[in-house]
């Protein structure tokens, strides 16, 4: 360590403030349905204590034979009432919590029937910088599974939440692996923000949401 760097560890409580924000994280295959009553929401995906940032992964937002058959217009609206029906049911929850203030939504990103809803307390510094997608269905193209991303900077930390829907059935493992492989190599997020060159996101905090039941680890090299 040099000189420099010693005497920046050594006074940096002097000009660095250190907070800590709860992130919940959840996700649901939802089959094609809309959502259900803001109950069933409250108690089925939301903890009972609040957190300060609540990201919700979303698979199959329509019916398999409604997306291949390019009703595209099906995903995006059942899109639509499930962050109306989430960010009522967060707020409703939680309005009587431990740390007041209302949540709105920052965060949104849908490729095809997956989505990804990022909410935050108006109270919380939460900004997203940008958002990806990469499709591994057939041919590796069609967007039926694959991943989508968010990059948030909350305060000064930079977070990245990808949602992927992979093959389903034990003995796909191998495709699973090929496809985590593909999004970690093709997901691209650009947009730098402070400590970061050219929107490089090597330090990034890096957490998924997936369907398949699989243990995600850290993908170093992502992004």
Request: hydrophobic share 45%.
């Amino acid at each position: 360590m040099d000189v420099l760097t010693r005497l920046l560890v050594e006074q940096q409580s002097a000009f660095l403030t250190q907070d800590q924000v709860d992130l919940t994280m959840v996700t649901w295959n939802v089959n094609g349905i809309q959502p259900p009553s803001v109950d069933v929401v409250s108690e089925v995906l939301l903890p009972e204590r609040a957190s300060a940032v609540i990201a919700v992964g979303l698979q199959e937002l329509s019916a398999a034979d409604a997306y291949y058959g390019g009703q595209e217009a099906e995903s995006r609206l059942n899109v639509e009432r499930w962050t109306a029906t989430l960010l009522f049911a967060i707020n409703y929850k939680y309005a009587s919590g431990d740390t007041p203030g209302e949540y709105k939504v920052v965060g949104e990103v849908r490729m095809a029937a997956i989505g990804l809803l990022v909410f935050a307390r108006t109270t919380v510094d939460v900004k997203t910088v940008s958002m990806g997608q990469v499709p591994c269905g057939v041919m590796g193209v069609m967007a039926n599974k694959g991943a989508v991303a968010c990059k948030l900077r909350i305060y000064e930390t930079v977070i990245v939440i990808v949602c992927a829907h992979l093959a389903a059935h034990l003995e796909y493992w191998g495709r699973r692996n090929q496809d985590y492989i593909d999004i970690c190599n093709r997901m691209s997020l650009p947009g730098a923000i402070p400590h970061e060159v050219d929107g490089n996101t090597q330090s990034a905090v890096k957490r998924w949401l997936s369907t398949t039941g699989d243990s995600i680890q850290d993908c170093h090299h992502l992004f």
